[in-house]
């Protein structure tokens, strides 16, 4: 069993990331270890970043958006020289286990670091809800409740000017949260990477909304789409829409901010499992929510996939907007 845990964040922020790091700070107290925290994920770890971390030093966090710890891209870290260094840190400052909260990019360094010997286990965080080994991650409720209110007020101003709405969400090459946010607000199309949409199917769905009699149409667009809501909007310049056409890009708004019970909950806990599963000498492995339990899936599994959208949504996405 360890006696010196530590933990960092990696990759994008996520609300609901500081629950999880004060979760598995106070879990490991508990366990009667000392508990370390790193800053700026990766870069801090190469850089020797190291602080430890007490009870008091999380308290009033839960309810803050971001990650105290804070996060850096580390190109550095990638390369055998960087997993190396990496090592070399932990063990010069008696590191016993590692906890690494994140998403894809995250999990794959941790994958990296536990292929090395360190003992590692990941806690699933990203809005993206792409990650291999968790139903739905720390991060994603908030981020699509976001989007939903935004799209809610612009449908709301959309229908008094007898507008088109091109909404374009994060996502990066995953189209989750397009394509909840799109059925969970009534809109006429969505727009994501895993189908193959063109140009032109949008615009004349756009336009028989219009024909409808529709006050409105809104299209959700996710940011990784080969059209985004840019290039649609550049298309759609020649065409007959009916509606006058406007862009929202709503970007990072979508995962500052406090996060929902949800995610305060589904960090909690997540990271009171990862100390559990170190506890009992498993490591290697990424904790993540599967059919509503806390569960484990190996990092070697985990690195690299990206988690498959249910292709049944997008069709019922289509039969909602008719």
């Known amino acids: 069993m360890p006696k010196r845990l530590a933990v960092l964040t990696s990759g994008g922020d996520a609300p609901g990331m500081n629950a999880a790091i004060r979760a598995v700070v106070r879990a490991?107290?508990?366990?009667?270890?000392?508990?370390?925290?790193?800053?700026?994920?990766?870069?801090?770890?190469?850089?020797?970043?190291?602080?430890?971390?007490?009870?008091?030093?999380?308290?009033?966090?839960?309810q803050l958006g971001g990650t105290i710890l804070g996060s850096a891209r580390c190109p550095e870290f990638k390369t055998p020289a960087g997993i190396r260094r990496a090592v070399e840190v932990l063990s010069q400052n008696g590191v016993d286990a590692l906890v690494v909260i994140g998403g894809?990019?995250?999990?794959?360094?941790?994958?990296?670091?536990?292929?090395?010997?360190?003992?590692?286990?990941?806690?699933?965080?990203?809005?993206?809800n792409d990650l291999w080994g968790s139903d739905i991650t720390i991060g994603v409720d908030t981020a699509l409740n976001v989007a939903l209110e935004a799209i809610d007020r612009i449908k709301t101003t959309a229908s008094s000017h007898n507008r088109a709405f091109l909404v374009e969400v994060?996502?990066?090459?995953?189209g989750y949260l397009a394509l909840m946010a799109g059925i969970a607000g009534g809109a006429e199309a969505v727009v994501i990477p895993e189908v193959p949409v063109s140009p032109e199917s949008v615009a004349e769905t756009i336009h028989e909304a219009y024909a409808k009699g529709k006050p409105h149409a809104i299209v959700v667009v996710a940011e990784g789409a080969a059209y985004n809501a840019q290039k649609l909007a550049e298309y759609f310049q020649q065409k007959?829409?009916?509606?006058?056409?406007?862009?929202?890009?709503?970007?990072?708004?979508?995962?500052?901010?406090?996060?929902?019970?949800?995610?305060?909950?589904l960090g909690t806990r997540l990271g009171v499992a990862a100390v559990e599963a170190l506890?009992?000498?498993?490591?290697?492995?990424?904790?993540?929510?599967?059919?509503?339990?806390?569960?484990?899936?190996?990092l070697a599994d985990v690195a690299g996939k990206k988690k498959p959208l249910d292709p049944k949504l997008f069709e019922l996405a289509q039969v909602l907007a008719r």
Not at 28 to 55: F, K, N, Q, T
Not at 104 to 110: E, H, K, L, M, V
Not at 248 to 261: C, E, F, K, N
């Open 28 to 62: 490991g107290l508990a366990e009667g270890w000392e508990v370390l925290g790193i800053r700026r994920g990766y870069a801090g770890l190469l850089a020797g970043e190291i602080r430890p971390l007490g009870a008091r030093d999380v308290g009033g966090i839960i």
């Open 104 to 128: 894809n990019g995250s999990q794959q360094g941790a994958y990296a670091l536990s292929r090395e010997g360190v003992p590692v286990v990941g806690v699933a965080s990203t809005i993206d």
């Open 170 to 174: 994060m996502g990066n090459d995953c």
């Open 240 to 265: 007959r829409l009916g509606y006058e056409l406007r862009v929202t890009v709503l970007g990072h708004v979508q995962r500052g901010g406090a996060p929902g019970a949800f995610d305060r909950l």
């Open 279 to 298: 506890a009992r000498g498993e490591t290697g492995v990424l904790v993540g929510q599967l059919k509503g339990e806390m569960a484990t899936t190996p």
